[in-house]
């Protein structure tokens, strides 16, 4: 028998979810997508007053996302993306960020389309009347660039006042954009994180130094295969704020690191932007940076001399992969006494040997030595203490290297062979004392194994679950599948 409600609350019936207090209710819609959301104002009254209460602020904090895709827009859907903006505008004081994705291809009569040239211009007109701000995170294609957003002194100075991210994306080359000037972006006073990818092979992205107005900008990131032109790095150097760096191309190859400049910097990445060819790239600490933690160099041919990373304090993480040097020995002189990095990574390096200023590295945790072409682990590498993680894949080491018994402190263990010459010519038992090991990885189910390495393998198989019985549980390592190696 169902029991009707009060006569004054005529539309809850008990047992129903129109039953729960509007609290509750409300804590329930919390969880709920944005466009859901927008929908539930059509599911009965008790909703749409529940989200149209503009004292419930805390029901459209978080991150609101819309997508406008690429498909043809039809008048249903218009309706509720302008009505969606009515409703962001005027719950702006509880949004911490709304975020717009469009489609690349869009076409002109597309979803995208009329985001960027009808709701977004209306949704900042709301806010420029009542005086509000919402931060938005845009992410579109670099027709942006010559939109009336960008070109229009009214619609710029209140996109200005509300974008915190821009993404953009070029897929194909725009006619009305032979090159592109991202100065056009330094009025975005608020802008906190800008992406640029240019997939167009040679586009040029040029400026004039502007950039150095973005004093919010914490990031910056530019990859594909355009080319920077124009002073990018001294306009970046001067932000307070920028704490990451990206970039595949450098004008100029030169980057100079001080505490002069880059003063909030904490990583800096110089990734491949064109798989043909090395950039030149000329780097120097000319004083010791109190804030960098993590440098990563990918395809570049390092001309300057050596800098001394023990100068950077701060500094936890190092990578170099697929590096080249004017100076041979540069990147030993450069680990000189780099006693505070705990990762340290020199993948494909085209050398058969570990610069030796490594094993005086005693703070490292993780060594990861991939692609490097090395045939054996010098013994020296016992002196690192701390390591918990050592990564040899893809090397050209003969059999298992005997200076890893006494590492018993180790955690992971990769030694994947690059050749199917690499066999088992011990046991591998002593693995048993590593009582942290987690992962252990010596080939594949492609490799081709003789006779006495699968003897080894099926012995140390039986070994480790032995060992791992035989454990208090709180000293068995946290491993997928109840096992604490994969062999194959």
């Known amino acids: ?70 498909t043809v827009l039809k008048d249903e859907r218009r309706r509720q993306i302008l009505q969606s903006t009515e409703w962001l505008a005027r719950r702006a004081a509880g949004i911490t960020h709304v975020k717009f994705e469009t489609d690349h291809s869009a076409p002109q009569n597309s979803e995208a389309r009329f ?99 973005l004093c919010c900008l914490e990031s910056f990131t530019f990859l594909g295969d355009g080319i920077l032109q124009g002073p990018l790095v001294p306009a970046l150097a001067g932000l307070p704020n920028l ?46 940076l109190s804030s960098l933690c993590k440098i990563a160099l990918t395809a570049c041919h390092i001309t300057s001399s050596p800098v001394s990373l023990r100068l950077v304090s701060s500094l936890t993480r190092v990578k170099f992969e697929r590096c080249s040097f004017t100076l041979a020995d540069w990147l030993n002189q450069a680990l000189e006494g780099a006693t505070q990095v705990e990762s340290l990574t020199l993948s494909n390096s085209c050398s058969n040997s570990i610069p030796n200023n490594v094993f005086q590295m005693v703070g490292l945790q993780d060594l990861k030595l991939p692609y490097s072409m090395l045939t054996e682990l010098p013994t020296e590498i016992v002196q690192l203490s701390n390591l918990t993680r050592l990564d040899l894949c893809e090397n050209y080491l003969s059999c298992v290297p005997r200076a ?64 791992v019985k035989h454990r208090a549980p709180t000293e068995r390592p946290l491993c997928h599948y109840g096992t604490i190696y994969k062999l194959i």
């Open 243 to 288: 704490s990451a760096l990206k970039t595949s191309s450098i004008p100029e190859g030169q980057v100079e690191l001080c505490n002069a400049h880059f003063t909030a910097l904490t990583s800096l990445k110089i990734v491949d932007g064109d798989d043909e060819g090395w950039q030149n790239l000329h780097i120097a600490f000319s004083q010791p």
């Open 1 to 70: 028998m169902a029991i009707t409600s009060e006569p004054g609350n005529k539309r809850r019936q008990s047992g129903t979810i129109n039953n729960l207090p509007d609290d509750l209710l409300c804590q329930i819609l919390r969880h709920v997508d944005f466009e859901t959301k927008l929908q539930g104002h059509e599911v009965c009254h008790q909703w749409n007053e529940v989200l149209n209460d503009p004292c419930r602020v805390d029901l459209w904090g978080g991150i609101q996302w819309m997508k406008m895709n690429s």
């Open 115 to 213: 985001f960027m040239e009808i709701q977004l211009p209306y949704l900042l007109g709301h806010l420029h009347h009542h005086k509000r701000q919402i931060n938005i995170v845009l992410s579109t294609d670099t027709e942006v660039m010559t939109s009336p957003l960008m070109h229009d002194h009214v619609l710029l100075s209140c996109l200005a006042q509300n974008l915190v991210r821009l993404t953009l994306t070029e897929y194909s080359e725009d006619p009305l954009l032979s090159a592109v000037d991202i100065d056009c972006l330094s009025s975005i006073s608020k802008l906190q994180h800008l992406e640029i990818t240019s997939k167009v092979l040679g586009k040029v992205w040029s400026t004039q130094g502007l950039l150095s107005l």
């Open 404 to 467: 890893l018994e006494q590492m018993t402190h180790l955690r992971s263990i990769d030694l994947t062979p690059s050749e199917q010459s690499f066999q088992l010519t011990r046991p591998l038992t002593f693995l048993t004392a590593f009582h942290n090991l987690e992962y252990i990885y010596i080939g594949s189910y492609t490799q081709s194994w003789n006779s006495l390495s699968m003897f080894y393998i099926g012995q140390l198989n039986a070994a480790m679950v032995e060992a």
